[in-house]
């Protein structure tokens, strides 16, 4: 283990032209792409503007689930909890959901509505939902997580599979909490306020509208951006060693005087603020939230975009929430266009019918079960996790199969 | 496992081992013991509604039970959380339908056997279709460990864990390419009559009870034969606690590691075979929700623990159809999923035990 950490360290502190440009170059060039986008999405008339943005929320999901299992090696597969809760903090607080209610504070939308009425239900600005949505969840992750994160591997991936399914239950059936209408069941939560800011000069940011994409697409890129600051700080931390401790040897972690449910509980608040965040900032986004918004498959996908691109590697990680978004949106209904297409010509009523979109998940669980045995470090693997992942071919089995 | 307390009067150890007692098992104690104590006020209010949905319960457990036994055979041996097996039971209940529709793949075999078809047919139906679900998922629980578990025997348990999980999509897609989104329907080939119904209405105990029942106890005997008193069964037990020393007694491992995936398989399959027959219906994502059931029955009774999965499963359908009787079938799922969370957090080794739940230095 140490010879591996020496190599990664050593590794990082060669200077050569080719670190130089890892380290600067492409980081700036992606982030003036990144930047530049709206400006090439309106010269070229793609009209991307959406996916993006959609794509942008699932890139900070990923890197949210990636310090939960690519830097501390827990198996999270409850992680839309966090996700829904974030959401519908949004979805509360910033909507006429509560119209016995009537509570304004710093909320960009007009103070009367058309009809010169107060506004019914609780409006706050979204920017400080945003903080309390990321803090709520992370809360939530403090409390799953401090009673079960003394389990061992397998069964911690369980609770959190328990914990996201209660949530979105939860939500289902909170139209009727003692006769209280808290979340409005599967209709869910429409009509969400959209986020402004109030003082600049342009229109389009005084009242994020569905129109001018590009402040959203701002908004989400600054989160983005600021995510995968921290998800770099992180690694580079004290905390961060301490969860490449714990992920390689919890007992001797324990007796090198990490405190294993101190370092791993802040991991799975902290994976937890992210999805919260990236929940809220959806929710003001979409408009509206239902509970199956947020299934199982949610998590999945997440956690596909995270192993795909490669557990720990942050570029990796992005790249893997763009790809599997990608087949998402543009790959399976381009192909199913095709299929079509061939059916038509074949005269064949199977593939001329089929709606292939429908079982993208077919193809997830391929790429899970291919990934596992093929590359199980992905696409882009972090140094140090590969060498773990690939240790069980050449050590004894005995090692292999304590490493949870 | 056997304790090896000095014998002592039962009441004074009784005391002894309130007093060590954490106080977090003392307030579960307390709970469940004000929870029986509201069912047995309901139980003498209304003591046939009780007894009906205790019955329901246990036959809804009974499904479960077999289902669960397939998590903690694969479990005891290898360690493994197999995900795609909820899925497996419900590609059972799929092949049930299919041989009882005497059409597969487009081919005619026989004419459909329905309600409408004679009772001799019927018997012959159910139990062919329960043969060859049986056969059909036992070799698709080989053929998954085959493909997908083997080659990663000696990976980090992470990577098993998400290869399961992937194979739960596939098979959960497989059944959802093979019959589509909605709701399949099965013949309703057994009666839906009240046993009791000479005797008294208040007690409802229906013929479809009883046939759950009649098939899941000799497969429950025809197992316990199995890992008790065969050569494999000993193979079984021998890998289960110590997988180098049985190899090195000359037990072939990976067989074994396939006959408890095949065993599994086996019991899955009669189990979704019967869950159609008994719910009328079946659907792509069943296994899911299920297998979750399932599995939580198995940790409650101590994952690795035959026995324990069996009385797990009988208690996860009573509590749940308690649940949907006095509290309300919306709230069921909920209820469930957090019995599976209390137990793995409060007692993981559940309530027959087992060693595996904690590694070194988690507490309890």
């Given at each position: ?29 992606l ?5 530049l986008f ?21 890139v ?8 939960v299992v ?9 992680f ?7 959401a ?18 710093l ?10 009425r107060?506004?019914?239900?609780i ?29 061992r ?9 328990g ?23 599967t ?12 003082f600049v000069p ?6 994020f509208?569905?129109?001018?994409l ?37 007992t ?38 239902f509970?199956?918004s947020?299934s ?6 997440v ?12 570029y ?9 978004q ?8 381009q ?9 038509e ?27 596992m045995?093929?590359?199980p ?18 050590d004894?089995?005995a ?6 | ?8 009067p039962?009441?004074?150890?009784l005391?002894?081992?309130?007093k060590?007692?954490?106080w ?12 029986v104590?509201l ?7 209304e ?34 959380i ?12 799929f ?13 005619g ?8 078809s ?7 139906g ?13 070799l698709i629980?080989?053929a998954?460990?085959?493909?997908a ?22 098979l ?16 309703s080939?057994i009666s ?9 209405d ?14 899941t106890v ?9 890992i008790?008193s ?11 606690q ?8 000359g ?8 006959v408890?995936?095949?065993l599994?398989?086996i ?7 019967m ?7 079946t ?13 939580t029955?198995a ?9 324990g999965?069996v009385?797990?499963?009988?208690l ?8 949907d ?8 799922d ?17 309530l ?6 904690v ?6």
């Amino acid at each position: 283990m140490t010879a591996r950490l020496c190599r990664a360290a050593g590794e990082s502190k060669v200077a050569s032209p080719g670190a130089a440009f890892k380290t600067f170059g492409l980081p700036v060039g992606l982030i003036l792409l990144a930047l530049l986008f709206p400006l090439i999405n309106g010269v070229t008339g793609a009209n991307l503007m959406f996916p993006v943005i959609v794509i942008a929320v699932y890139v900070m999901l990923a890197l949210g689930l990636n310090i939960v299992v690519g830097f501390a090696g827990l198996l999270d597969l409850g992680f839309v909890a966090f996700y829904a809760l974030g959401a519908y903090v949004v979805g509360w607080f910033a909507s006429s959901h509560f119209s016995d209610l009537s509570f304004r504070f710093l909320s960009a939308l007009p103070a009367q509505s058309v009809s010169g009425r107060e506004l019914p239900g609780i409006h706050v600005s979204f920017w400080i939902l945003l903080l309390v949505a990321g803090a709520f969840s992370g809360l939530w992750g403090v409390i799953i997580g401090a009673p079960t994160l003394r389990l061992r591997g397998d069964y911690l991936a369980v609770v959190t599979l328990g914990f996201g399914e209660i949530i979105p239950r939860f939500f289902i059936n909170g139209d009727n909490i003692f006769g209280y209408n808290l979340t409005n069941g599967t209709v869910g939560i429409k009509g969400i306020d959209s986020p402004g800011i109030p003082f600049v000069p342009s229109r389009a940011w005084q009242q994020f509208g569905t129109l001018d994409l590009s402040p959203w697409y701002y908004t989400i890129l600054v989160l983005v951006l600021i995510t995968v600051f921290v998800n770099i700080r992180l690694r580079d931390s004290r905390l961060g060693r301490a969860w490449v401790a714990v992920r390689e040897d919890e007992t001797a972690a324990a007796a090198m005087g990490v405190n294993l449910v101190t370092t791993k509980l802040w991991a799975y608040a902290l994976g937890a603020v992210f999805g919260g965040l990236a929940g809220a900032f959806y929710g003001a986004f979409i408009k509206s939230i239902f509970p199956s918004s947020f299934s199982f498959n949610v998590s999945v996908l997440v956690l596909c975009m995270v192993i795909l691109g490669g557990m720990g590697n942050i570029y990796g990680v992005i790249l893997g929430a763009i790809v599997l978004q990608g087949i998402n949106f543009y790959l399976l209904p381009q192909v199913n266009e095709w299929v079509h297409a061939i059916g038509e010509a074949l005269s064949n009523p199977f593939l001329a019918e089929v709606d292939l979109p429908r079982y993208n998940f077919f193809l997830f669980g391929i790429l899970l079960v291919v990934m596992m045995l093929l590359r199980p470090e992905g696409i882009i693997p972090n140094r140090q996790r590969q060498e773990e992942l690939r240790e069980g071919d050449e050590d004894d089995s005995a090692t292999g199969l304590t490493n949870a | 496992m056997a304790t090896t307390q000095e014998a002592k009067p039962k009441g004074a150890a009784l005391l002894d081992s309130i007093k060590s007692s954490s106080w977090s098992s003392r307030l579960a104690v307390a709970i469940v013991a004000a929870l029986v104590v509201l069912l047995l006020i309901q139980a003498v209010q209304e003591p046939g509604q009780f007894v009906s949905q205790l019955l329901i319960g246990i036959t809804n457990g009974a499904i479960i039970a077999l289902i669960a036994l397939g998590y903690t055979l694969v479990y005891g041996i290898i360690e493994l959380i197999n995900f795609a097996h909820g899925d497996n039971f419900m590609l059972g209940s799929f092949v049930g339908v299919t041989v009882l529709s005497g059409t597969f793949l487009g081919l005619g075999f026989f004419t459909p056997i329905s309600a409408d078809s004679g009772t001799g047919l019927k018997v012959f139906g159910v139990l062919f279709a329960l043969f060859v679900a049986m056969i059909a998922c036992g070799l698709i629980n080989v053929a998954i460990e085959r493909i997908a578990y083997k080659p990663l025997r000696n990976s980090p348990r992470l990577a098993v864990l998400i290869t399961a999980i992937g194979m739960s999509f596939i098979l959960q897609n497989l059944g959802l390419v093979w019959k589509g989104a909605s709701q399949i329907s099965f013949p309703s080939l057994i009666s839906d009559a009240n046993i009791f119904a000479g005797i008294t209405d208040a007690v409802a105990y229906r013929w479809k009870d009883l046939f759950v029942i009649l098939v899941t106890v000799p497969l429950l005997i025809g197992l316990s034969y199995f890992i008790r008193s065969t050569r494999q069964g000993k193979a079984m037990r021998a890998v289960a606690q110590d997988k180098e020393a049985a190899a090195m007694m000359g037990i072939n491992v990976n067989r074994t590691i396939s006959v408890a995936f095949l065993l599994g398989g086996i019991l899955a399959g009669a189990s979704g075979v019967m869950f159609g027959l008994f719910n009328g219906t079946t659907v792509f994502d069943l296994g899911f929700r299920q297998g979750l059931y399932a599995f939580t029955a198995a940790v409650l009774g101590g994952i690795g623990n035959l026995t324990g999965a069996v009385v797990g499963g009988i208690l996860i359908g009573v509590i749940g159809a308690m649940n949907d009787q006095y509290i309300g079938v919306r709230w069921t799922d909920i209820v469930i999923f957090t019995v599976l969370i209390l137990v793995l957090v409060f007692r993981p080794r559940g309530l027959l035990g087992d060693r595996s739940a904690v590694q070194g230095g988690g507490g309890e």
